[in-house]
């Protein structure tokens, strides 16, 4: 892939969070436990593209999404946004780069303010950024939710959000994060609140959206099914690393890790023949949160664990751009 | 055919300011022996209204208006309500709530809470502790978890403590409501699992989710409902592989795969207000096959194994 293509490059991205001990353990000078959230995270996004970033909770998925848009500071790696190393830049030198990296939230009951009108809420990062005059930025509100189709735009513009269903919100969501007319948006499981019956209508709707303005996509989700729908490339965590990563077709229909081919095991397909056999579940359960301090951070529920697992695997190409952290695989 | 579970034009409407809200408006179907149950449906669509009416636990303004819930011969309403709850509820037929893993008390340790249901219920103090372990046990959980608080417990964990909790008094009939959400994909495969292991065992489950692809692991039957009806009950096969009302065909068709086709379909639209549903088939005007006499109200057409209520369909075309 050449490095013009890429627009968000994610180097060796680490943040370590102190677990707090207790009074009897710090007295003890015992070592301070860290939980490993993000470790060693290295990914890059093609423009225009959409990568997924899948795991489950506890993997660092999210904290991953807040230190791209520096929500959070990291403690080392770099990431590197349309050429520019962000994390080098300071609180001013942000704001270029706030404005063309938005987020969408999971809640849309949460992420929307019930007290503002849909007009104001959208508007708001308009007018925090006090961009345009007020009549643009009424506007610039009319044309997003006209994109978004919440339609009649000037009956939904004044209402409230509880006048609204859960896709209704999530649209409105969407729409105040195209009002900056962002390069990058982060989508934080957009559709795991709403009913199964419209997350195709947002899934399509954030694609036709994504295609047509040209919009890097980082799309971050538990739901492998969902991913398939809208994503490129993918990435699958597990417990603060990368444990495999590529096209994402190749990834869900040739499953190289362990971790990874658990995980699709344990998807249900609608299947009537399913209630005649168990689902598979090849891994160990996990005890606690002791974990083997060095090596493959998988080996305690690994079915294929060998001696050499107690070593730290690399993230390497196993096929064409197809990489894979573990030792099942030789390069 | 003996049948195990037999629900007969149940209605259970909530009265609230606006007018009494039909959450569950006639509904009917009826299990064999051995068969376990789903139920689908979108949200606000009364299925959870079913699982609690089942329970006789709504709670005001929500009440059972009219109907028959009869667990292997006996009609449960008409039973007084002591008589129920002396009877009946808990021990012939349980429910694990919505959410309920974050129901569980922080400050009581799993053995105190499992200890509290035996309480109530009248179990004999002596032989307590005894239950109690081979609840946990029989959910796949160590005795030691007993002494623990929720709080140590991993989201797994609890949801198998739930489980426990319902299976405690040992009913023939566990109804589970959502019992997968906000679970980790691994974990809900493993609480699949164990609700299979329970089947084996003997029970029968009434499995009421959103996600028609997990109901395939469990049920017999399904039925799917929408604003308040059935409007389709039939075997799994009879649903996943020729599903007759559109709404059902709509459902199907918006479940993402993982393999297979990448397209996935929406419903347009939205359900009815329950307060004031539509007079007629109440999917009218979301229906893509809508006509004129899809006014009125669709019959109950009787199929192989269960009815489809749609206009589409007549009764000798289903023999």
């Not at chain 1, 987020?103 to 303010?113: G, L, R």
């Not at chain 1, 994109?147 to 409105?172: C, F, K, N, W």
């Not at chain 1, 971050?220 to 490339?233: E, K, M, V």
């Not at chain 2, 993402?256 to 007629?280: M, W, Y």
Request: hydrophobic share 40%; glycine share 6%; aromatic share 8%.
């Amino acid at each position: 892939m050449q490095d013009s293509n890429v627009f968000v490059d994610v180097r060796s991205l680490r943040k370590w969070f102190g677990i707090r001990r207790t009074f009897a353990e710090a007295i003890s000078s015992q070592e301070e436990k860290v939980v490993k959230a993000v470790d060693d995270v290295s990914f890059k996004i093609p423009k225009a593209s959409v990568f997924v970033l899948a795991g489950e909770s506890g993997s660092g998925k999210t904290t991953v999404a807040r230190l791209i848009l520096r929500a959070i500071e990291p403690d080392s790696g770099n990431i590197f946004f349309d050429g520019t190393d962000i994390t080098k830049l300071d609180h001013n030198e942000l704001k270029k780069f706030r404005i063309n990296a938005q987020m969408v939230h999971q809640d849309p009951y949460a992420s929307i303010d019930p007290r503002m009108r849909i007009m104001e809420i959208v508007m708001e990062p308009l007018t925090v950024y006090k961009i345009g005059t007020n009549k643009e930025q009424q506007e610039a509100v009319f044309k997003a939710l006209e994109e978004v189709r919440l339609e009649p735009v000037t009956d939904i513009a004044y209402r409230y959000p509880h006048m609204l269903s859960g896709g209704q919100r999530q649209r409105v969501a969407i729409a105040r994060s195209l009002v900056l007319k962002p390069k990058f948006i982060v989508a934080d499981e957009p559709v795991s609140m709403l009913d199964i019956s419209v997350r195709a209508e947002i899934l399509e709707l954030m694609q036709n959206l994504q295609k047509k303005h040209n919009i890097t996509f980082l799309y971050i989700t538990h739901d492998l099914s969902t991913a398939r729908y809208i994503g490129d490339q993918i990435a699958i965590m597990y417990r603060g690393k990368i444990a495999e990563m590529g096209p994402i077709d190749k990834v869900l229909l040739n499953p190289l890790h362990p971790y990874t081919q658990a995980l699709i095991d344990a998807i249900s397909e609608p299947d009537p023949n399913n209630r005649l056999k168990e689902k598979m579940v090849r891994i160990k359960t996990e005890t606690g949160i002791e974990r083997v301090s060095t090596g493959c951070n998988f080996y305690n529920r690994c079915p294929y664990a060998m001696e050499v697992c107690k070593t730290e695997p690399k993230l390497m190409e196993a096929e064409d751009s197809h990489y894979v952290s573990c030792f099942l695989y030789p390069k | 055919m003996k049948e195990s579970l037999v629900v007969e034009n149940l209605k259970s409407y909530y009265f609230t300011s606006v007018g009494a809200v039909k959450a569950v408006d006639n509904v009917t179907f009826a299990l064999g022996e051995e068969e376990s149950v789903g139920i689908a449906g979108e949200s606000a669509c009364g299925k959870s209204t079913l699982g609690l009416s089942m329970m006789r636990m709504l709670q005001p303004p929500g009440k059972i208006v009219g109907g028959k819930i009869a667990l292997h011969g006996t009609d449960t309403l008409t039973m007084s309500d002591s008589e129920f709850n002396k009877k009946v509820r808990w021990k012939r037929i349980a429910m694990v709530f919505q959410g309920a893993m974050n129901a569980l008390d922080p400050v009581y340790s799993i053995k105190d809470q499992l200890k509290e249901v035996l309480k109530y219920h009248g179990f004999p103090e002596v032989e307590m502790n005894e239950r109690i372990i081979e609840s946990v046990r029989q959910v796949g959980l160590d005795p030691s978890v007993i002494e623990r608080h929720p709080h140590e417990l991993s989201g797994g964990m609890k949801q198998r403590i739930v489980i426990a909790m319902a299976l405690i008094l040992k009913p023939e009939f566990v109804i589970a409501d959502e019992p997968t959400t906000a679970l980790d994909v691994i974990v809900q495969a493993q609480i699949i699992n164990l609700l299979k292991k329970l089947k084996k065992e003997g029970m029968t489950i009434m499995l009421i989710t959103h996600d028609l692809a997990i109901i395939s692991e469990i049920a017999e039957k399904i039925g799917i409902m929408y604003a308040g009806e059935i409007v389709e009950f039939g075997s799994a096969e009879q649903i996943y592989d020729d599903p007759k009302h559109p709404y059902t065909q709509a459902l199907i068709g918006a479940i993402p795969r993982l393999k297979g086709d990448k397209k996935f379909s929406h419903v347009k639209g939205s359900p009815p207000n329950l307060a004031k549903p539509p007079k007629g088939c109440r999917f009218y005007d979301r229906c893509p096959h809508a006509m004129d006499v899809c006014k009125q109200d669709p019959q109950m057409i009787r199929m192989k194994e269960g009815f489809v209520r749609c206009w589409l369909y007549d009764e000798k075309s289903q023999q």
